[in-house]
């Protein structure tokens, strides 16, 4: 008899099982095994097996907890590796590389069947974009190099909401320095398990911008998301995959800032040797220049040309990569002046200056790039402002160098002696355009005396 009492259920009674019936309940049990098995196959890697576990519910106390949690934890693991699918079909662009939600910045290689103009390269922070562009590239993309190439890198500002651009906010916007609203209002699906870790599949709503009110999440016990599905804000499906092992700490190009730093005020020595830039500049007496400029995404500029801090003026010829059209740019206290030339010889100047150039009326600052020609000219007539900040240290030319940066966004790289060997702006929009300083060496008698006392 049962427990409870009932002899109605204790089996005892039942008539004896007929064979057929023993047979079918055999034939079940062998039905079940096998489905048991193909369950377990389509769980190894390459397989996807149907959820046939409780049905979803609503999110417990500790699981929306985590989900508010998702985007502080992947500030405090710093960054993760990044493989992403957006779109399907031709249009498809796939993404692999990196995400550092602690600077912030996004480094990947960009492929897929609708990758188009944007094959290659990215690099990008919230607000900037940069794409160096490969056209013969393989579709499917590569993990990028580690150190990014110098070179060929282009300033992009796609529409807002699609594309690489809605694929750069979505896994920006994944990392946050505070914790998010809790919700309830989310869905526990089941549980399942990524690369050896269990996870929770979650649908729930995140604050990182995405077109999908709530997206499905893999999320594993300590609030660490694993995997992403939902749409774009233009409504194309995305997945997003994050190796959370996977972890180096990608270098931004020159164009957005280069190496991080830890920034700090001057020393006293440092604080001098800024201070002492105006003589030592006049002491040198010039420098010859090499300029790289991403102005905009139409105009990428390169070129070369001489600088003298006596005088003072410039004298540059640059480049627009895309189309090869060369301007000579002379300029001075009055102001800058412009004369196009021919394509031929790009980069090099024309000497004796052109006598248009140096009669044609001078015009205030046009763009960036005579913003930051003049500023450097600036700097032989009084010190750059201050309070000035240390950024980090690093090379030019082989030399050690302070990257100092000062009021205005400029940084100068100073080496020990207090000579300039780069000058850096940033525009307003987002980027670094820079001037290569190669002042010329002062006279061996003077060098020590205006270099030991800091000052001009």
Do not use: C
Request: hydrophobic share 40%; net charge positive.
């Amino acid at each position: 008899m049962r427990p409870d009492g009932d002899p109605a259920l204790d089996g005892v009674d039942d008539p004896p099982e007929r064979p057929t019936r023993r047979r079918a309940a055999l034939a079940a049990l062998v039905l079940a095994a096998a489905a048991s098995a193909a369950v377990l196959v389509a769980g190894l890697p390459g397989g996807s097996p149907p959820w046939s576990g409780p049905a979803e519910r609503p999110l417990t106390a500790a699981e929306a907890e985590r989900v508010a949690a998702l985007r502080v934890t992947n500030v405090r693991d710093l960054r993760a590796g990044v493989r992403v699918t957006a779109g399907a079909g031709r249009d498809r662009i796939e993404l692999l590389g990196w995400v550092d939600w602690a600077r912030p910045l996004l480094y990947a290689h960009v492929g897929g069947p609708g990758a188009g103009a944007d094959r290659g390269l990215v690099q990008a922070t919230a607000a900037t974009l940069l794409v160096r562009p490969d056209p013969v590239a393989l579709p499917p993309p590569t993990r990028p190099p580690l150190v990014p190439p110098p070179d060929r890198w282009r300033l992009r500002e796609p529409p807002a909401g699609r594309g690489l651009a809605a694929v750069r906010d979505l896994l920006l916007g994944l990392g946050s320095d505070r914790l998010d609203p809790i919700g309830r209002d989310g869905r526990w699906l089941r549980g399942d398990s990524l690369a050896g870790i269990a996870v929770d599949v979650l649908r729930a709503p995140l604050a990182a911008p995405s077109g999908d009110r709530r997206p499905t999440l893999w999320l594993d016990r300590d609030a660490r998301l694993h995997r992403l599905t939902g749409r774009l804000p233009d409504g194309t499906p995305v997945t997003v995959d994050l190796e959370r092992a996977d972890r180096p700490a990608p270098q931004p190009v020159d164009a957005l800032g280069g190496r991080a730093g830890q920034p700090r005020a001057l020393t006293d020595e440092e604080t001098d040797r800024l201070a002492g830039l105006p003589g030592r500049l006049r002491h040198a007496g010039g420098a010859a220049v090499t300029v790289a400029a991403p102005l905009d995404p139409s105009t990428t500029l390169h070129g070369a040309g001489t600088l003298s801090w006596s005088t003072p003026s410039a004298y540059l010829a640059v480049t627009e990569d895309d189309t090869g059209q060369r301007t000579l740019r002379r300029a001075g206290p009055g102001g800058v002046t412009r004369t196009e030339a021919a394509p031929d010889g790009a980069g090099a100047l024309l000497l004796p200056t052109p006598g248009g150039l140096l009669t044609a009326a001078a015009r205030p600052p046009a763009d960036d790039l005579d913003r930051l020609i003049e500023a450097a000219l600036r700097a032989g007539t009084r010190p750059p402002d201050r309070p000035a900040l240390r950024i980090r240290a690093d090379r030019a030319a082989d030399r050690a160098v302070d990257v100092v940066e000062v009021p205005g966004g400029l940084r100068w790289w100073l080496d020990r002696g207090g000579l300039p060997h780069r000058l850096e702006l940033r525009t307003g929009r987002g980027v670094w355009i820079h001037l290569d300083l190669t002042p010329a060496p002062p006279k061996p008698a003077e060098a020590r005396k205006v270099w030991s006392s800091g000052a001009g």
